[in-house]
């Protein structure tokens, strides 16, 4: 997959020091969103998720050691953050409002309902990898990070990324011809 312009520009802004969390904020927070999203931080949460991280790294920014790249050890913060929203996602309780808030339209309509259609189709099978594949599928392919430093940031030997990597790919493949043969068959 090509590299995205925003994960080309967090790739250019690790390179930057970041020695101040108002930094890290500004350079990597569209990152941070989106890894949080691809972990499976649903949007209605995605701003606390992205405030706890920023909570951490205010926290242990000082701290970190540089063994790794700033982003990925920004990848790790937002792993335990999203992990632990969807352990308690799981005891939460939406409360429902008794009318449907209005929305405005833009101009843009169909290409915005494709976008978000596009991206919840992936979410969705990203939903179907266990945390091991999904976080190397995010890193490699998404984030485009290199083996070397996905393997670093999920704590596992560089063969066994490449492995969870190979493994992911096929079960993202097959989720995708599923969800093709389920639309052809409308």
Not at 80 to 106: D, F, G, I, N, Y
Not at 157 to 177: G, M, N, W
Request: hydrophobic share 35%.
């Amino acid at each position: 997959m090509p590299a995205t312009p925003d994960a080309t520009y967090a790739q250019r802004a690790d390179d930057a020091s970041c020695d101040d969390v108002r930094d890290v904020v500004r350079l990597h927070g569209p990152f941070i969103g989106r890894s949080l999203r691809y972990l499976g931080v649903p949007e209605a949460d995605l701003e606390d998720a992205a405030q706890e991280v920023f909570v951490v790294v205010h926290r242990k920014l000082g701290s970190f050691e540089g063994r790794s790249s700033l982003t990925t050890w920004l990848y790790g913060v937002c792993t335990r953050v999203a992990s632990a929203r969807r352990r308690s996602a799981a005891h939460r309780k939406e409360s429902l409002t008794p009318e449907v808030p209005e929305m405005s339209v833009a101009a843009t309509q169909e290409a915005d309902v494709e976008h978000r259609e596009a991206r919840q189709r992936l979410l969705d099978v990203l939903d179907r990898l266990d945390e091991d594949k999904r976080a190397v599928f995010v890193l490699y392919e998404i984030e485009q990070q290199s083996m070397k430093d996905v393997a670093q940031e999920v704590g596992c030997p560089l063969q066994t990324a490449y492995y969870r990597l190979h493994a992911a790919r096929s079960e993202v493949l097959q989720a995708i011809e599923e969800l093709r043969n389920r639309e052809e068959g409308r």
